[in-house]
């Protein structure tokens, strides 16, 4: 059972936009940046979303991010079949005085 | 180019014990605080255990609280994990994952992940 929140799956077709949640609590989205990663099967995860909504050098800008008290959202505007991937968001939680992440979403492109 | 290189991993049985290295390159690893990052099989990313980049302040996961001991030798640019009274659910790929401060602290890069097996 992961401390943060998010759906097992999403889906959409290329060129559409989709929508990743992750829901937390006061102790760690509520208090502390959101960060998100991609990882693609056999590989390490990649940064992706830093402090909510920027992106690091190289990340391309169909990437977005949000928060919103106690919530977050990852976006991905022009869905590419190179999306299909898991996604994880992460925050620092300060009851937990650790890193805590969401259980991953299965992105699949159609 | 930032580069985190892990090893140590394999096959051991339950209650013996294990110890990761990570090795880093490309960036000054005296000056970042690391961390120990786990993945169990087909499962989600777990952390595991921080340390600052002094070895000042150190946190642990409550699953491997008293069994598994985080250091590092910035001398030889390493970060380490020694795991002791290895469970079946330490079975894992570990990653060592780097934290850096831009203005808010995230993991910014991960090492390629070494796998630990327990079982007998």
């Known amino acids: 059972q992961s401390v943060l929140t998010q759906p097992p799956s999403a889906s959409g077709t290329p060129g559409q936009r989709v929508t990743i949640s992750c829901s937390g609590s006061r102790s760690n989205i509520g208090s502390n940046t959101v960060n998100w990663y991609q990882q693609f099967p056999g590989a390490a995860p990649k940064f992706l979303i830093y402090n909510n909504n920027q992106r690091p050098s190289g990340v391309p800008d169909r990437f977005s991010g949000s928060k919103s008290g106690t919530s977050a959202s990852l976006a991905i505007s022009g869905l590419q079949s190179e999306d299909e991937a898991d996604y994880y968001c992460?925050?620092?939680?300060?009851?937990?005085?650790?890193?805590?992440f969401g259980g991953g979403t299965k992105l699949t492109v159609l | 180019e930032v580069q985190l290189v892990e090893s140590g991993g394999g096959l051991v049985q339950p209650g013996g014990s294990l110890r990761l290295s990570c090795t880093a390159s490309?960036?000054?690893?005296?000056?970042?605080?690391m961390n120990w990052v786990r993945q169990a099989p087909g499962k989600g990313l777990e952390w595991v255990s921080y340390?600052?980049?002094?070895?000042?302040?150190?946190y642990y996961a409550d699953s491997v609280k008293g069994r598994f001991t985080i250091s590092r030798d910035n001398a030889k640019k390493s970060l380490y994990l020694q795991m002791n009274s290895l469970r079946a659910e330490d079975t894992a790929i570990y990653y060592c994952?780097?934290?850096?401060?831009?203005?808010?602290?995230?993991?910014?890069?991960w090492g390629q992940g070494t796998l630990v097996t327990v079982s007998s």
């Open positions: 992460a925050a620092w939680d300060d009851s937990l005085t650790g890193w805590v």
């Open positions: 994952a780097r934290e850096s401060y831009g203005g808010t602290w995230e993991i910014d890069y």
């Open positions: 490309g960036f000054t690893f005296s000056d970042y605080s």
């Open positions: 340390i600052r980049s002094s070895s000042s302040t150190i």
